[in-house]
């Protein structure tokens, strides 16, 4: 009987896992006895041991089940990983017309880093292009100089890389401006564009009514020469719009003649030297032909504007690629609007784009937060249509299987409170570095009969805790002191009396360490030896993974992931 518990404690486990509760005894007998057929004849005994090791299960949080199956079989842990993995590809559906390969891009605007908005496109489109094969392309759409920050064309393509993408080319809008004025003369010269010197507000007014302006009537030749006035200078600012014919008639009236050139003059463009500017929904149609774009995905925000540049692919009579259209994605907690963000950080609300505050992918990546993690995050979400919250927790959950193995575990003890221990003897505790794994090393702690405990242990007034690696010691209040006394090494009295785990750390050996949280930061001290692991993941035990960010001679700052 004890040979066959730890085989049913490793799939017991593993069915935890994965579902993510209560280990489900039939299920997990017809796991072994397909793995194991040697007990089969077993089958009486098995449920009676089963039923033990369900209880010691149901004892263990998520996190505690992980570590432990981990640490009991890689093999499955892996095994299990794996399924997601799969699951997670296979989640999102095929693409029509995508056997021979497709031509994807992913299409941001450079007014400031990339955020968690971004990575949604930015992964759907980068997945299929793996799975089909093909091209694709980043389009750094930058026509409107007043949503260009000149800095910014750094910091996307450092979001690029962060995010590891595959890109295949990189295009600027910016550059293209030629291409735009011959596909609008192009469609002037069909009759399908027109010259509109009309006041703004009459123009609506006429719109509104489902009345044609008297510029609609121009002729070609008339249009062609109002548009090259346009390019030499001959209008103001605001005086003049170049407008696509569609139907005055149509249900919404942002479909009736809209906007493909403005003029613009008051705010100088970074990249090029221009007046005459095309608008969103001539410039995208035209890339996304020129560049050869099989299929396009974005929010369903966009289904207006695909309508809109289905009548510049029909005029100009370009086959349409196909389009997918995904749900918004609200996303609480932190900061997404890049105006706001840049507000902030004027008036030093943040400190920065990279800020724990905020949103964007810079701050995640601060934050030790993997771009695996936030790729199988959006590849879990997918293309459907439905408006949804986007989860942190599920977040969480990947980045930890990402960053776990990779992690050493060491103490933190946040707000110390000075305790000694009567009847206690000086000893070194001795803690693995990683759960499981004495190939990873030990930490030495030492205990010379005084701890720092953190006051929020303290707060609770329990009257036993179990120091972790150590002893358990009893408590005692007396008003805001406290008292501790030895109390034995006995795990199971510990358990029994359900005295927490906590950390601790002796007086002198921390080291001072600022842990930076998105709700404010704490002040505690850690274990020394985390000042030789800057830039790296660590899991400060009972409190969850940080990254350690520096290390000077006012100790040490390290940024809070998750637990």
Excluded at 200 to 223: H, I, L, S, Y
Excluded at 406 to 423: M, N, Y
Excluded at 516 to 539: A, F, K, N, T, W
Excluded at 541 to 551: D, I, K, Q, T
Aim: charged share 25%.
């Amino acid at each position: 009987m004890q040979d066959m518990k730890p085989i049913l404690f490793r799939y017991a486990l593993f069915n935890a896992v994965e579902h993510a509760g209560t280990p489900q005894a039939g299920t997990v007998l017809g796991m072994v006895m397909k793995n194991h057929p040697e007990l089969r004849s077993m089958a009486g005994e098995m449920k009676a041991v089963l039923v033990q090791v369900i209880d010691e299960i149901k004892d263990l949080s998520p996190d505690e089940r992980e570590d432990a199956l981990y640490r009991v079989s890689p093999e499955l842990f892996a095994q299990l990983h794996q399924k997601k993995e799969k699951r997670r590809e296979h989640g999102l559906p095929d693409l029509i017309g995508a056997d021979g390969g497709v031509v994807m891009r992913f299409a941001p605007n450079p007014s400031g880093p990339l955020h968690l908005g971004h990575a949604r496109a930015a992964f759907l489109n980068d997945t299929y292009v793996r799975r089909y094969g093909g091209r694709y392309i980043l389009r750094i759409e930058d026509t409107d100089p007043k949503r260009v920050d000149p800095t910014a064309y750094e910091m996307v393509q450092e979001d690029i890389s962060w995010m590891e993408l595959g890109i295949h080319e990189t295009v600027y809008q910016s550059d293209r401006f030629s291409l735009y004025y011959s596909v609008g003369k192009e469609l002037i010269s069909r009759g399908a564009a027109y010259v509109c010197t009309c006041e703004n507000d009459a123009f609506r007014e006429m719109k509104m009514k489902k009345v044609a302006c008297p510029c609609r009537m121009q002729t070609a030749e008339e249009g062609m020469a109002g548009f090259d006035q346009m390019l030499d200078g001959g209008y103001e600012e605001g005086g003049v719009t170049v407008r696509l014919k569609t139907d005055l008639c149509a249900p919404d009236p942002a479909m009736r003649d809209f906007p493909l050139f403005r003029v613009l003059t008051s705010v100088p463009h970074e990249r090029v030297d221009a007046i005459v500017y095309p608008l969103m929904n001539l410039s995208v149609a035209v890339d996304d032909h020129l560049l050869g774009m099989t299929h396009v995905i974005r929010g369903k925000d966009h289904i207006a504007n695909t309508g809109r540049q289905r009548f510049i692919y029909d005029y100009m009579g370009w086959d349409l690629p196909h389009y997918l259209h995904y749900g918004r994605m609200s996303i609480d907690g932190v900061v997404l609007s890049t105006s706001g963000m840049r507000e902030g950080i004027q008036e030093g609300v943040y400190t920065g784009w990279d800020d724990v505050h905020l949103g964007t992918l810079r701050a995640l990546a601060r934050r030790g937060i993997s771009p695996l993690a936030v790729r199988s995050a959006m590849v879990d979400i997918g293309i459907g249509e439905t408006d949804i919250s986007f989860s942190w927790e599920n977040l969480y959950a990947k980045n930890k299987e990402v960053v776990d193995a990779g992690a050493d575990r060491f103490f933190f003890v946040a707000d110390p409170v000075e305790v000694t221990v009567h009847g206690a003897e000086p000893q070194v505790a001795s803690a693995m570095r990683y759960p499981g794994d004495p190939k990873r090393g030990y930490r030495m702690i030492p205990f010379e009969g005084t701890v720092l405990l953190p006051a929020e242990e303290i707060r609770k007034r329990h009257s036993m805790v179990r120091l972790k690696d150590l002893f358990n010691v009893r408590l005692q209040y007396s008003g805001d002191t406290v008292t501790a006394t030895y109390a034995g090494t006995d795990l199971k009295e510990a358990r029994d009396a359900r005295a927490p785990i906590i950390q601790w750390l002796s007086p002198g050996y921390g080291t001072l360490c600022r842990l930076l949280y998105p709700e404010g930061d704490i002040s505690g001290v850690c274990e020394p030896v985390v000042q030789d692991l800057v830039g790296q993941m660590v899991q400060f035990e009972r409190v969850g993974f940080a990254r350690v960010e520096r290390s000077d001679s006012s100790g040490l700052t390290a940024v809070y992931s998750h637990r």
